[in-house]
């Protein structure tokens, strides 16, 4: 009992609202619903379970986002004292959703790496450290989505997604692979300012930003991690990278069409229906991962549109 699985199996849901902005069929797999508020919890789920299982006493980890969610949660659903990093550019609200979660909070580092660099060396020993988006269990974790909608007998034409240090695409990837739909094209959809998929891609090798510039903190991997890389080169990615402002508007219209508020991590996808993108247009049906997010609010949701817009 005490190591079930945490992630619950999210609705698929065919979208007219979205669907009228394109030519085929949209689908949304609502990850949103997951008890964190994102998929994180399928693929740090499975890893906290692994490491506990294994033996480990304390979670550590490093993320002010939805990856320290998911950590706390998991922490707290499996009894295990968890510790969650958080670069002092937090905000409040998150440490008091991960403190809500009975997780202790230190505030350490000016951006997402210092902070990693630091939980890596805490509690050594006893804990486990689970990298927010580097671990091949967290990706084998996020796969079960696509399991998900192999059930469903969907099989998808196209798949749509955001990509932050790359955690999703792998596990999306692991997932179609899994499946046999190993000529289905991922769009991975990055903002700009946080586009370090492409630029890895263009560079053909991992580059580290300078900084990272856009609102969609969450995308805000300095560098992605290898294997997602590796995959572009033995699946077709096609990289797609939105402005702030289209990310923040695809998110107000998503609220209006169902009703569910996402990050504008999550609206940078959404945006390639609302905008379509041409290597959708031929496509019948188009799955798009509604990866969620707590690190929003209507009030902050008409604050981003006012000082983009
Ligand atoms: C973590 C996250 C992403 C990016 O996922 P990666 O695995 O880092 O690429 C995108 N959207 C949301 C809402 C997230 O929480």
């Given at each position: 009992m005490h190591f079930n699985q945490l992630h619950i199996n999210t609705p698929l849901m065919q979208s007219v609202a979205l669907s009228q902005y394109i030519n085929g069929n949209v689908w949304l797999?609502?990850?949103?619903?997951q008890p964190s508020g994102s998929f994180k919890t399928r693929g740090i789920g499975l890893a906290c379970r692994e490491y506990i299982s294994n033996g480990a006493e304390r979670l550590v980890t490093s993320s002010g986002g939805n990856a320290g969610l998911a950590v706390a949660y998991a922490g707290r659903k499996y009894g295990v004292k968890t510790t969650v990093v958080v670069p002092e550019t937090t905000t409040q609200k998150a440490i008091e959703l991960i403190q809500a979660e009975q997780a202790e909070v230190i505030v350490e580092g000016a951006s997402w790496d210092e902070s990693h660099q630091y939980a890596c060396n805490l509690?050594?020993?006893?804990s486990a450290y689970i990298h927010p988006f580097d671990d091949p269990l967290v990706w084998k974790g996020h796969a079960t989505m696509i399991d998900e909608i192999a059930e469903l007998e969907l099989t998808p034409d196209a798949v749509v997604l955001s990509v932050g240090g790359g955690g999703l695409l792998c596990g999306v990837l692991e997932g179609l692979h899994r499946h046999g739909w190993t000529d289905v094209p991922v769009i991975a959809v990055e903002t700009e300012g946080a586009d370090s998929l492409r630029q890895a891609v263009l560079a053909d090798k991992l580059v580290s930003l300078a900084a990272i510039e856009s609102i969609a903190t969450t995308l805000g991997a300095k560098r992605v991690t290898q294997t997602a890389l590796d995959w572009t080169k033995k699946h077709k990615v096609i990289n797609h990278v939105v402005s702030d402002l289209k990310a923040v508007e695809a998110c107000a219209k998503f609220v209006d069409h169902h009703r569910i508020l996402v990050e504008p991590a999550c609206g940078a996808s959404l945006s390639a229906i609302y905008q379509p993108i041409e290597s959708l247009q031929d496509k019948r049906d188009i799955l798009v991962?509604?990866?969620?997010?707590?690190?929003?609010?209507m009030k902050q949701l008409q604050k981003w549109l006012q000082e983009l817009s």
């Open positions: 797999k609502i990850e949103a619903m509690y050594k020993g006893e991962v509604v990866c969620g997010g707590v690190g929003v609010s």
